[in-house]
């Protein structure tokens, strides 16, 4: 599992005497067999024309004795001497891509880092809950508690209130122990998640005792809840995982949904916004963007100024000569380190119209 501290890393490096290969995999041997993927690998390499032996080695040699499968997804980076090598298995499988330039290619793990940090998991029914928190799709911590169980009671039996008929004094009676095993189990589930940086949590059960149990959920906890599904208490961790993760694909979906809109429409009344490849390599380089956003895949040739990092699609449009910039195959890219780099996000954004018709690159500025 990749931290921050290790992206930083990659941000950082640069290959002064050759180029790194970046490997992207989706390593999941639910669908296919190791031998199927390692194939597939070496099929990537040819189409982006690695012919860089060392590093290309390295990478065939970590597959086949150094990784062990058992994650859906890899991200690989290995230099062009053999020197530079990192690997990070991943909770969450990636789309298989191959890229080769001087600096590791970043975008997809910058992705994984902003959208499946620190979330967790809340199964709840009337007697009790258990507690997950995740990293990366990763499991981090699990706890639960148990209240009092919810006794049915026959029609007639049981205490019965002054006026009723037997038996709903039993029903008030269990709804009163269901609703205080609710309510300390929100308590449990405050204490558990207190001091850990969540940023969405997803509530399980049945309909009617979630809708319960959330308004009895602080409010702190109550504002990071980004979903909720069906599952029955006893449900593996495994499908715990699964369906959270499911859960969290599509609210990211919908978050970059509205991203897109709100950029768009800041870009239409000429807010703090650009859209366009131009315009966004030069607030770039302005180290005026908050939020890059980009189409998954979105690449372009450019130029760079090493010494004050100035990035240029068109050189007509450059203060600078072709003579005084370094050509790169992929300024996209560069724009993403840069960015990352001054402290702001980069979205990638998969199959997005507006976006597309936009020119699949803009930015959301801080001034």
Not at 261 to 269: F, K, L, P
Not at 288 to 296: A, E, H, Y
Request: glycine share 10%; aromatic share 8%.
């Amino acid at each position: 599992m990749i931290t921050q501290e290790e992206l930083q890393e990659l941000l950082a490096y640069q290959s002064k005497n050759g180029v790194v290969i970046s490997l992207y995999l989706d390593s999941d041997t639910a669908h296919e067999n190791t031998e199927t993927i390692k194939h597939q690998v070496k099929s990537m390499m040819r189409a982006a024309e690695v012919d860089h032996e060392k590093a290309a080695a390295a990478i065939e040699q970590y597959l086949d004795l150094g990784y062990d499968w058992s994650t859906p997804g890899v991200a690989v980076f290995s230099g062009h001497d053999g020197t530079f090598f990192r690997a990070y298995p991943t909770a969450v499988a990636f789309r298989n891509r191959v890229r080769v330039g001087h600096k590791p290619y970043v975008k997809p793990l910058a992705h994984l880092i902003d959208f499946y940090a620190h979330y967790g998991v809340i199964l709840v029914d009337r007697v009790g809950g258990r507690f997950f928190e995740y990293h990366l799709g990763e499991l981090q911590a699990i706890d639960g508690v148990m209240g009092e169980e919810v006794h049915k009671l026959k029609q007639g039996s049981g205490s019965s209130a002054v006026g009723m008929r037997g038996g709903m004094g039993g029903a008030r009676h269990e709804e009163e122990v269901a609703h205080r095993n609710l309510r300390e189990t929100a308590a449990a589930a405050a204490h558990f998640f207190h001091g850990k940086p969540i940023r969405r949590l997803f509530l399980a059960g049945t309909s009617e005792t979630v809708a319960e149990f959330r308004e009895l959920l602080p409010k702190q906890l109550q504002s990071c809840i980004a979903g909720t599904f069906a599952m029955d208490m006893n449900a593996g961790e495994h499908e715990v995982r699964k369906q959270s993760l499911r859960l969290l694909q599509e609210a990211n979906a919908e978050r970059e949904e509205k991203l897109v809109e709100s950029w768009a429409s800041t870009v239409a009344r000429g807010g703090t916004a650009v859209a366009g490849l131009d315009d966004t390599l030069q607030a770039v380089s302005e180290r005026r963007v908050q939020t890059l956003i980009l189409s998954d895949g979105y690449r372009f040739p450019g130029y760079v100024d090493e010494t004050s990092s100035f990035l240029v699609a068109n050189l007509a449009k450059s203060p600078l000569g072709a003579d005084q910039l370094t050509a790169v195959a992929d300024v996209v890219d560069a724009a993403c380190a840069i960015t990352l780099d001054s402290g702001g996000h980069v979205e990638v954004i998969r199959e997005n119209p507006k976006l597309e018709g936009h020119g699949r690159i803009g930015a959301l500025l801080r001034y």
